[in-house]
């Protein structure tokens, strides 16, 4: 026993000098360099969202490409604040309580794709607050208190796509415009849920065809207005998905009160006096072209006055400028013109041309453009082939009828003739079903209907009863044997019968 207490001593002393560390104190996952206390940091995202932070952390991983602040306290933002932050591509701070934004805020987010301002207290966008966002594609300032766009606020914002302004308390929006916005490239522009009263139909019907399918004007006081009524019907007939997917909720005022809000597309009533021709010209229709598949194309852009700028929209929302398409099946021409040598199916759709210049301001010119497989041709119809054969065939027949003449009726003295060639042939048709007798055929025969195991006949005939003497208005019965032939017609009996209840009313053939 004391000798295993000496091992134990020795093994811990050993233990002691060779200073084996202690793994209980030390962290199992080290935090990433610079990462704040409290936030998640994996890789490129950095997520610091719930905290109830009320500043922006002082120090940012540069090597952050998606920050997430959202749902904390911030209420104002400092400008160059994002200077760290080079690879930056989405920012999220919605659901905070930023009230206005400042000159700088964003100017070093050149790289931006995302940026989330919803759910904010912003009540105004001034003119420099989004600069330095060249690269933004999808804005969202949804759920604010905007009540106020400076006529240029969106001057910088080149490439963004998708604009949502949903849910505030915007009065007035420029759809002349956009308050700087180009629309070569933005597809969705929602304002849906403000308060837009008045509206400038002719701006609104000079947007291109690609944005009006993304535009959200539901649940605005509108005026109900015969122009906007006319234009908003004929969106939902064409099927634009913005305006048919919300009808229900696109609604006017009556008599300008709040309490007169109707449907623009359930109380047709209201607009019962509107005539058609007050929104004629506000839409220039589309031009419908066709072409074959294979063919080459040509598209004008018919601006109405000399163009410094030309653009173009593909049916797949691609914006064409020179030289011509990624594919390269699409070319833009010095003139502005668009050209396609091999017309395919994927051409198929709307073509805009956007054209902009001192006297034109974003013109558009739509071409619907329906691309088809060629008809296979008919093949050639020779007359020359068709006159040869059919009188060849006439030829055949004229020697058949020369050389092997048909079957006359057969008489006494040429019945040797055609004895073997049809005279003498015994004609049959199939058994006849019934067992028994009917009166008809009884008077048609030569065989007493008593005679024993009688078995109905299976060579009947079509003969015609010829008038009897005496009660059948002189009419003569004609009684024929069942196996009769035609070559000796010497052999055939007539019958008068008065009584024969099947001859009285039968004036065609009976068959037999």
Not at 49 to 73: E, I, K, R
Not at 126 to 147: K, T
Not at 186 to 203: A, F, K, M, W
Request: charged share 15%; net charge neutral.
């Amino acid at each position: 026993m004391a000798w295993l207490m000496l091992l134990g001593a020795l093994l811990c002393m050993l233990r002691v000098g060779l200073g084996t560390p202690d793994y209980s104190e030390a962290p199992l996952s080290p935090k990433p360099h610079n990462c704040p206390d409290q936030c998640v940091c994996a890789a490129d995202l950095l997520s610091c969202a719930g905290l109830g932070l009320q500043d922006v952390p002082a120090a940012l991983p540069v090597a952050a490409a998606d920050l997430d602040l959202s749902h904390n306290a911030l209420q104002r933002l400092h400008p160059g604040w994002l200077a760290p932050l080079s690879r930056l591509r989405a920012l999220r701070l919605g659901h905070n309580e930023l009230g206005a934004l400042g000159r700088g805020v964003f100017s070093n987010a050149s790289g931006l794709r995302l940026l989330d301002l919803s759910s904010n207290a912003l009540r105004a966008l001034g003119r420099h607050d989004l600069d330095g966002l060249g690269a933004l594609e999808m804005l969202l300032l949804f759920n604010n208190r905007l009540a106020h766009l400076d006529e240029h606020a969106f001057h910088g914002l080149g490439a963004l796509r998708r604009l949502y302004l949903g849910c505030n308390e915007l009065a007035f929006f420029s759809f002349n415009h956009l308050h700087g916005l180009g629309t070569a490239r933005l597809r969705t522009l929602d304002l849906s849920s403000n308060q837009l009263g008045h509206i400038l139909v002719p701006e609104l019907a000079a947007l291109p065809a690609f944005l009006k399918n993304g535009l959200y004007l539901h649940n605005n006081p509108l005026p109900c207005d015969c122009r906007l009524y006319h234009l908003l019907l004929r969106w939902h007939q064409r099927g634009l998905s913005a305006v048919r997917d919300f009808a229900r909720d696109y609604m006017c005022l009556a008599f300008k009160v709040p309490a007169s809000r109707v449907r623009f597309f359930e109380h047709a009533r209201v607009f019962e006096n509107c005539s058609v021709a007050t929104a004629r010209g506000l839409e220039q229709p589309e031009e419908q072209l066709h072409v074959q598949v294979g063919q080459s194309l040509r598209l004008h852009c018919n601006a109405s006055a000399p163009a410094v700028g030309t653009a173009w929209v593909s049916p797949q929302h691609e914006l064409l400028l020179a030289p011509g398409s990624r594919d390269g099946s699409i070319e833009l021409l010095a003139d502005g013109s668009l050209a396609i040598e091999n017309v395919q199916p994927q051409h198929q759709g709307i073509f805009v041309c956007l054209a902009t210049g001192p006297r034109l301001h974003n013109q558009t010119h739509e071409y619907n453009v329906s691309v088809h497989h060629p008809r296979p041709e008919p093949e050639v119809f020779s007359t020359s082939y068709t006159t040869l054969l059919g009188c060849a065939v006439g030829l055949v027949l004229v020697l058949l009828y020369l050389f092997m003449p048909p079957c006359r009726g057969c008489c006494r003295g040429c019945c040797r003739c055609c004895r073997q060639a049809c005279c003498c042939r015994h004609w049959s048709r199939a058994p006849s079903p019934l067992q028994d007798l009917s009166a008809q055929s009884s008077e048609l025969s030569t065989t007493s209907p008593d005679a024993p195991s009688r078995k109905a006949s299976t060579h009947k005939h079509v003969v015609f009863l010829e008038p009897g003497r005496r009660g059948l208005n002189g009419r003569v019965q004609l009684a024929i044997a069942e196996d009769f032939d035609l070559c000796n017609l010497g052999g055939l009996q007539f019958k008068v019968s008065s009584e024969s209840a099947s001859s009285t009313g039968s004036e065609g053939p009976v068959m037999t």
